[in-house]
Protein backbone atom coordinates (compact mmCIF):
# COMPACT_ATOMS: atom_id res chain seq x y z
CA UNK A 1 0.00 0.00 0.00
CA UNK A 2 1.63 3.05 -1.04
CA UNK A 3 0.74 5.75 1.55
CA UNK A 4 2.88 9.02 -0.13
CA UNK A 5 2.35 9.06 -4.06
CA UNK A 6 5.30 11.20 -5.95
CA UNK A 7 5.16 12.84 -9.03
CA UNK A 8 6.82 13.03 -12.16
CA UNK A 9 9.09 10.57 -11.34
CA UNK A 10 12.00 12.63 -13.61
CA UNK A 11 12.24 16.07 -14.20
CA UNK A 12 14.73 18.20 -16.77
CA UNK A 13 14.52 22.32 -15.77
CA UNK A 14 16.58 25.14 -17.76
CA UNK A 15 18.81 26.76 -15.00
CA UNK A 16 17.12 29.32 -13.30
CA UNK A 17 13.68 28.29 -14.04
CA UNK A 18 10.80 27.15 -11.16
CA UNK A 19 11.55 23.34 -10.57
CA UNK A 20 7.71 21.83 -9.02
CA UNK A 21 7.37 18.34 -6.98
CA UNK A 22 4.08 17.00 -6.33
CA UNK A 23 3.75 14.44 -3.28
CA UNK A 24 -0.08 13.28 -2.14
CA UNK A 25 -0.55 11.47 1.01
CA UNK A 26 -3.46 9.08 1.74
CA UNK A 27 -3.41 9.06 5.73
CA UNK A 28 -4.95 11.91 7.33
CA UNK A 29 -3.74 10.82 10.46
CA UNK A 30 -0.26 12.12 9.40
CA UNK A 31 1.50 15.61 10.65
CA UNK A 32 5.08 16.02 9.64
CA UNK A 33 5.64 16.37 5.80
CA UNK A 34 9.48 16.79 5.03
CA UNK A 35 11.53 16.68 1.68
CA UNK A 36 14.85 15.09 1.61
CA UNK A 37 17.40 15.37 -1.03
CA UNK A 38 19.97 12.99 -2.22
CA UNK A 39 23.18 13.05 -3.93
CA UNK A 40 24.47 10.01 -5.56
CA UNK A 41 26.36 7.88 -3.18
CA UNK A 42 25.05 9.74 -0.41
CA UNK A 43 22.53 9.16 2.38
CA UNK A 44 19.69 11.40 2.30
CA UNK A 45 19.29 14.80 3.66
CA UNK A 46 16.35 16.65 4.91
CA UNK A 47 16.21 20.29 2.88
CA UNK A 48 12.71 21.45 4.16
CA UNK A 49 9.52 20.45 6.16
CA UNK A 50 6.24 21.51 6.81
CA UNK A 51 3.46 20.83 9.70
CA UNK A 52 -0.31 20.45 8.13
CA UNK A 53 -1.06 24.04 10.44
CA UNK A 54 0.35 26.22 7.60
CA UNK A 55 -0.27 26.27 4.35
CA UNK A 56 2.99 27.48 3.02
CA UNK A 57 6.65 27.52 4.40
CA UNK A 58 9.71 29.29 2.34
CA UNK A 59 13.58 28.55 3.27
CA UNK A 60 15.79 30.21 0.49
CA UNK A 61 14.94 28.82 -3.05
CA UNK A 62 12.80 26.16 -1.56
CA UNK A 63 9.06 26.26 -0.91
CA UNK A 64 7.19 23.54 0.31
CA UNK A 65 3.31 23.90 -0.04
CA UNK A 66 0.14 22.49 1.10
CA UNK A 67 -3.11 21.53 0.85
CA UNK A 68 -4.51 19.77 3.87
CA UNK A 69 -8.06 19.47 2.20
CA UNK A 70 -6.81 17.69 -1.13
CA UNK A 71 -3.78 15.60 1.11
CA UNK A 72 -0.89 17.06 -1.37
CA UNK A 73 1.99 18.80 -1.12
CA UNK A 74 4.71 20.50 -3.09
CA UNK A 75 8.55 21.45 -3.10
CA UNK A 76 9.15 24.20 -5.56
CA UNK A 77 12.87 25.10 -6.48
CA UNK A 78 12.94 28.76 -7.44
CA UNK A 79 16.13 30.00 -9.82
CA UNK A 80 16.97 25.87 -10.01
CA UNK A 81 20.45 26.02 -10.33
CA UNK A 82 22.90 22.69 -11.44
CA UNK A 83 23.92 21.89 -7.96
CA UNK A 84 20.49 21.52 -7.44
CA UNK A 85 20.36 18.26 -9.56
CA UNK A 86 19.66 15.23 -7.45
CA UNK A 87 16.96 13.02 -6.14
CA UNK A 88 14.05 14.58 -4.14
CA UNK A 89 11.92 12.59 -1.66
CA UNK A 90 8.49 13.69 -0.09
CA UNK A 91 7.82 11.88 3.19
CA UNK A 92 5.16 11.36 5.62
CA UNK A 93 4.73 10.59 9.82
CA UNK A 94 2.33 10.84 12.48
CA UNK A 95 3.47 11.11 15.62
CA UNK A 96 6.44 11.52 18.20
CA UNK A 97 8.48 8.31 16.10
CA UNK A 98 8.88 9.99 13.28
CA UNK A 99 8.52 6.40 11.43
CA UNK A 100 8.40 8.15 7.75
CA UNK A 101 6.37 6.71 4.81
CA UNK A 102 8.35 7.66 1.85
CA UNK A 103 7.24 8.86 -1.79
CA UNK A 104 9.00 7.19 -4.65
CA UNK A 105 11.56 9.88 -5.62
CA UNK A 106 12.15 12.14 -8.54
CA UNK A 107 15.23 12.55 -10.63
CA UNK A 108 16.18 16.03 -11.23
CA UNK A 109 18.04 17.88 -13.55
CA UNK A 110 19.03 21.12 -14.34
CA UNK A 111 19.95 22.03 -17.51
CA UNK A 112 23.11 24.95 -17.87
CA UNK B 1 31.90 15.00 14.40
CA UNK B 2 31.68 12.39 12.25
CA UNK B 3 27.45 12.13 12.69
CA UNK B 4 26.43 8.79 11.35
CA UNK B 5 28.87 5.97 10.54
CA UNK B 6 27.84 3.12 8.61
CA UNK B 7 30.34 -0.45 7.72
CA UNK B 8 30.68 -1.95 5.71
CA UNK B 9 30.24 0.43 2.56
CA UNK B 10 30.11 -2.51 0.20
CA UNK B 11 29.69 -6.07 0.56
CA UNK B 12 28.76 -8.86 -1.39
CA UNK B 13 27.18 -12.18 -0.41
CA UNK B 14 25.86 -15.70 -1.64
CA UNK B 15 22.18 -16.79 -1.06
CA UNK B 16 22.42 -18.27 3.07
CA UNK B 17 25.07 -16.03 3.87
CA UNK B 18 24.65 -14.12 6.88
CA UNK B 19 26.33 -10.81 7.90
CA UNK B 20 25.77 -8.02 10.25
CA UNK B 21 25.05 -4.36 9.48
CA UNK B 22 27.03 -1.57 11.51
CA UNK B 23 25.49 1.72 12.53
CA UNK B 24 26.47 4.70 14.73
CA UNK B 25 26.37 8.38 15.66
CA UNK B 26 27.69 10.42 17.94
CA UNK B 27 25.42 12.73 18.33
CA UNK B 28 23.66 11.65 21.35
CA UNK B 29 20.02 11.01 19.47
CA UNK B 30 17.76 8.72 21.07
CA UNK B 31 16.08 7.50 18.21
CA UNK B 32 17.58 4.85 15.29
CA UNK B 33 16.21 3.53 12.36
CA UNK B 34 17.47 1.09 9.42
CA UNK B 35 15.90 1.87 6.26
CA UNK B 36 16.10 -0.16 2.55
CA UNK B 37 16.13 1.85 -0.88
CA UNK B 38 15.31 0.08 -3.78
CA UNK B 39 15.09 1.84 -7.30
CA UNK B 40 11.71 3.11 -7.96
CA UNK B 41 10.63 2.48 -4.19
CA UNK B 42 12.31 5.27 -2.41
CA UNK B 43 13.23 4.48 1.30
CA UNK B 44 10.89 1.21 3.38
CA UNK B 45 11.57 1.21 7.01
CA UNK B 46 13.11 -1.80 8.29
CA UNK B 47 13.77 -1.61 12.21
CA UNK B 48 13.34 1.72 14.70
CA UNK B 49 14.72 1.83 17.96
CA UNK B 50 13.27 4.68 20.26
CA UNK B 51 15.43 4.15 22.96
CA UNK B 52 18.71 2.30 24.12
CA UNK B 53 17.31 -1.68 24.45
CA UNK B 54 14.11 -1.00 22.91
CA UNK B 55 13.39 -2.00 19.06
CA UNK B 56 9.89 -1.91 17.10
CA UNK B 57 9.17 -3.75 13.38
CA UNK B 58 8.63 -1.07 10.89
CA UNK B 59 7.31 -1.67 7.26
CA UNK B 60 10.15 -4.77 5.97
CA UNK B 61 11.16 -6.07 8.84
CA UNK B 62 11.26 -9.97 7.56
CA UNK B 63 14.33 -11.54 7.00
CA UNK B 64 16.03 -8.95 9.37
CA UNK B 65 17.48 -8.86 12.95
CA UNK B 66 18.27 -5.53 15.33
CA UNK B 67 19.85 -4.67 18.35
CA UNK B 68 20.00 -1.80 20.09
CA UNK B 69 22.78 -2.73 22.59
CA UNK B 70 24.03 1.04 23.97
CA UNK B 71 22.91 4.53 22.85
CA UNK B 72 25.38 4.90 20.09
CA UNK B 73 24.82 1.68 17.94
CA UNK B 74 22.62 0.39 16.13
CA UNK B 75 23.02 -3.04 14.50
CA UNK B 76 20.90 -4.94 10.98
CA UNK B 77 21.24 -8.56 11.01
CA UNK B 78 20.81 -10.71 8.04
CA UNK B 79 20.34 -14.49 9.03
CA UNK B 80 20.37 -15.72 5.83
CA UNK B 81 20.77 -13.11 3.24
CA UNK B 82 18.15 -13.70 0.06
CA UNK B 83 18.63 -12.42 -3.69
CA UNK B 84 15.46 -10.40 -2.55
CA UNK B 85 17.65 -8.31 -0.05
CA UNK B 86 19.97 -6.64 -2.36
CA UNK B 87 19.84 -3.13 -2.03
CA UNK B 88 21.23 -0.19 -0.64
CA UNK B 89 20.98 0.24 3.44
CA UNK B 90 20.86 3.00 5.04
CA UNK B 91 20.78 4.05 9.03
CA UNK B 92 19.97 7.49 10.34
CA UNK B 93 19.14 8.97 13.61
CA UNK B 94 17.20 11.85 15.44
CA UNK B 95 17.31 13.33 18.60
CA UNK B 96 14.20 13.61 20.91
CA UNK B 97 11.95 17.08 20.91
CA UNK B 98 13.28 17.39 17.36
CA UNK B 99 12.15 16.39 13.73
CA UNK B 100 15.08 16.03 11.29
CA UNK B 101 16.64 12.40 10.98
CA UNK B 102 20.09 12.47 9.98
CA UNK B 103 21.61 9.56 7.55
CA UNK B 104 24.70 7.71 6.82
CA UNK B 105 26.12 7.19 4.05
CA UNK B 106 24.54 3.52 3.33
CA UNK B 107 25.78 0.27 2.55
CA UNK B 108 25.38 -1.42 -0.60
CA UNK B 109 24.81 -5.15 -0.60
CA UNK B 110 24.09 -7.65 -3.18
CA UNK B 111 23.30 -11.10 -3.05
CA UNK B 112 24.12 -13.54 -5.36
Known amino acids: QQQVKQSPQSLIVQKGGISIINCAYENTAFDYFPWYQQFPGKGPALLIA???DVSEKKEGRFTISFNKSAKQFSLHIMDSQPGDSATYFC???????????WGAGTKLIIKP | NAGVTQNPKFQVLKTGQSMTLQCAQDMNHNSMYWYRQDPGMGLRLIYYSASEGTTDKGEVPNGYNVSRLNKREFSLRLESAAPSQTSVYFC???????????FGPGTRLTVL
Open chain 1, 91 to 101: AASKGSNYQLI
Open chain 2, 92 to 102: ASLTSGEDTQY
Open chain 1, 50 to 52: IRP
